[in-house]
Structures are given as structure tokens and as C-alpha cells.
């Protein structure tokens, strides 16, 4: 049996097994040496309880090929290079673990679903984007994702300068003209460095064309000057979310991704606040929404295009048989479901229905209760 990492496209997978027994397991780890010791017993503790709980919900006979599907994830794991939380995700027709690039809060669900929140914010800060290392001898391209990083060697990159200027200083005649002479020649010379830095720059830039494709970020680095020269030459400013002054040349991998994560992060995090600004335009024209059980009822409904929750935000509900498109926070008095958590709800469903999800720092969104909605119509 194999384990893959899921990918984004992966979370609708997941949502198919919707109505089967699914287990799912999350559990902060560590990155460092010695704190990561103590995570084989943490998770060991935590698949114990989670074997418990899907017992007394379900019957130990029912349970158990599932608690051995889950025991055998187990042995995978690579506690050497952990990050800041793994989830395990098991039901009869999936088994997966994926680490989390960010910090997590234990949870341990069984249910007729799997908890998926924290899959949905990791494909959330996940998405690709190629950082351009620039210098006066080689310009290199890297792909990003999170802290990860990958250089492009394939047909263009890494892309080197060759400089074929042949240095002829002229003789001197004379001392005086000569040194005006030399001196001219020298201020040619660098003019003529000049251009030709520009014109390695611009033929890098129609290389960038094979990748930079729709609206694909690009984090640029180098020197002032040489930021400088390739601005003057590109044809993707719009591309540019971050620049990042400074000699990079001998960085490796790892080391210029960790300098160009924080960069990409605040670029997301502006592009969340730009869409709360969007939401408050939109609310003057009907189509912004606010409260959970008005936003409740308008995505059930499929009218929902981009939702912006909190990361964190949770908030229980009930519904009653007949009428699922309407969310109480109190129990009725007739029969009725208790939803543990009617946000995870709405994130299913707007997936579901083809709708987008954002999520924004824990506060951020105080003024509307944690959660907004953009409607289509």
C-alpha cells in the first residue's frame, strides 16, 4: 500500500467518501531536534484515542479492518523531517498522510465525513510561484511552493551571460591625451557593459514567457541595480509580487526559499485584504453577505462565489429534516441534527458547488463575525 501527499484536486476526492466512516487525525509535530522526539508518542497516544472513539461510535466487529488501515499508516511517517502538524486521512477507499507547513490544533474526528479545514487553508498557501535570481553572470528560476523550492534546468535556464567585449585600450600618444583618451574608452566601455547587461536581462525575459503563464507570481531577486536593468526590460511587471534586494549567488536551494516564503506569504495575505475590500464594494450592491445563518442559507443555495472565513473560526448549528437550507445556533424543539461545526459545512458545500474559499488571520474579520460571503447573483 502507498501513501501519497494530497493535492488540492485531492480535497474532492475526499469530499466523495462524504457518508462513509472517515477518520481523520491531525497532531502538531516539530521541525527541530530534540522537541520532535516526543511526536512518535504524541501521534501513537492520538491514533490510540482515535481507535477508541471509532469503536464506541461504531462497533468494534464493524471497525476493524478500518483501525488496522489506520495502524499501518503509522510505519510511514518520516519523523526526520517533520513540519509543523500531520493529518491522517482514513475510510474504506482512502489512506493518506500530509504534512502541514503551519501550526495546527490537534483534532481527532470520526464521522460520516472527513475534516478537511485544514487541508483546504494548506491548498490555500500552496499555490505555485517561480522566484528569478538575478546576477551580472547567470540568472536562475526557481518554482516555489511554500518553502519549497525547485530550479528550472531545462532548455533556458539556468540562462549565463557571455561577455565577447575585447578590451583594446589605446595607446598613449601623450600623457595628457592619453589619459583623456583611456578615460573616454573606460566610459564607453561601462555604457557598453551597460546595454549589454540590459539585453541579457530582456532575452531572460522571453524565456520567462514558457512560464510565467495567466497571472503565475514571480518573486524577483538581485542587486538594486540589477532589479534596476530588469525592470527597465520585462515584459511581466504584472507578474512581480516581491522583490529582494541583495547577492544571492551562493544560496542554495533551501536557503532562497526560506528568504522568498515570507515574501510570497504577505503577497497572499494582501490578496485576502483586497478581497475584504472587494466584499465592502459588494455589499452596497446586494451581493455581499454577512452571519452565518444567512450565509449558510444563500451558499446552500449555490449563490456563493467566494467565501472569506477566519482560519479558526467554528461555530455549531442544528437543522431540522425538510429544512436543510436554514441554520439555527440553538436547538429547536422538534427533532433536529447537531452540526459540530456548521463552518466546516459551508466549506464542503462551497466546494461542492464551485465556489472559492479564502482564509484570513484569526480577528480579521471581527466586524462581520468571523466569516463573509461574496455572492454571485
Known amino acids: 500500500m502507498t501513501y501519497e501527499k494530497l493535492a488540492g484536486e485531492d480535497l474532492i476526492t475526499l469530499q466523495k467518501e462524504k457518508g462513509n466512516i472517515c477518520i481523520s487525525v491531525i497532531v502538531p509535530t516539530h521541525r527541530l531536534f530534540p522537541e520532535r522526539k516526543a511526536d512518535r508518542i504524541v501521534i501513537d497516544k492520538a491514533v490510540e484515542n482515535t481507535i477508541l472513539l471509532l469503536e464506541a461510535k461504531y462497533g468494534q466487529k464493524e471497525t476493524k479492518e478500518l483501525s488496522q488501515k489506520l495502524k499501518d499508516v503509522i510505519p510511514t511517517i518520516d519523523y526526520d523531517h517533520n513540519l509543523d502538524g500531520i493529518g491522517f486521512f482514513v475510510s474504506d477507499n482512502v489512506s493518506s498522510v500530509v504534512k502541514f507547513p503551519f501550526p495546527v490544533k490537534e483534532k481527532i474526528v470520526v464521522d460520516r465525513g472527513f475534516?478537511?479545514?485544514?487541508?483546504?487553508?494548506?491548498t490555500n498557501i500552496s499555490k505555485p510561484y517561480y522566484t528569478l535570481l538575478l546576477s551580472e553572470k547567470k540568472i536562475r528560476l526557481f518554482q516555489g511552493v511554500h518553502e519549497d523550492f525547485t530550479e528550472i534546468r531545462g532548455k533556458h535556464f539556468?540562462?549565463?551571460f557571455y561577455d565577447d567585449w575585447e578590451y583594446n585600450p589605446p595607446s598613449r600618444v601623450s600623457s595628457e591625451p592619453?589619459?583623456?583618451?583611456i578615460r573616454s574608452f573606460e566610459h564607453d566601455k561601462s555604457t557598453m557593459q551597460a546595454v549589454r547587461f540590459q539585453d541579457f536581462f530582456r532575452k531572460a525575459d522571453e524565456y520567462l514567457s514558457d512560464y510565467l503563464v495567466q497571472n503565475t507570481p514571480l518573486i524577483v531577486t538581485g542587486t538594486?541595480?540589477?532589479?534596476f536593468w530588469f525592470e527597465k526590460v520585462t515584459a511581466f511587471s504584472n507578474h512581480i509580487v516581491g522583490k529582494i534586494s541583495g547577492?544571492?549567488?551562493h544560496y542554495n536551494t533551501s536557503e532562497i526559499g526560506k528568504?522568498?516564503?515570507?515574501?510570497?506569504?504577505?503577497?497572499?495575505t494582501s490578496e485576502t485584504e483586497k478581497?475584504?475590500?472587494?466584499f465592502r464594494e459588494m455589499v452596497g450592491q446586494?451581493?455581499?453577505?454577512?452571519?452565518?445563518q444567512d450565509i449558510w442559507t444563500a451558499v446552500m443555495e449555490g449563490k456563493g462565489w467566494t467565501l472569506i472565513v477566519e482560519k479558526d473560526f467554528k461555530v455549531p448549528g442544528f437543522t431540522t429534516a425538510g429544512n436543510e437550507h436554514f441554520v439555527t445556533l440553538r436547538p429547536p424543539k422538534e427533532n433536529h441534527e447537531t452540526i459540530a461545526d456548521a463552518v466546516d459545512v459551508i466549506l464542503e458545500t462551497m466546494l461542492a458547488k464551485g465556489g472559492d474559499v479564502l482564509f484570513a488571520e484569526n480577528g480579521k474579520l471581527n466586524e462581520f463575525g468571523g466569516m463573509v460571503l461574496i455572492t454571485r447573483y
Open 115 to 122: 475534516e478537511i479545514r485544514d487541508l483546504l487553508y494548506k
Open 158 to 160: 539556468p540562462f549565463e
Open 178 to 181: 592619453g589619459n583623456a583618451q
Open 224 to 227: 538594486d541595480k540589477e532589479i
Open 247 to 249: 547577492s544571492f549567488d
Open 259 to 268: 528568504k522568498c516564503w515570507p515574501v510570497f506569504e504577505n503577497y497572499l
Open 275 to 278: 478581497m475584504i475590500l472587494k
Open 286 to 292: 446586494g451581493l455581499g453577505v454577512t452571519g452565518i
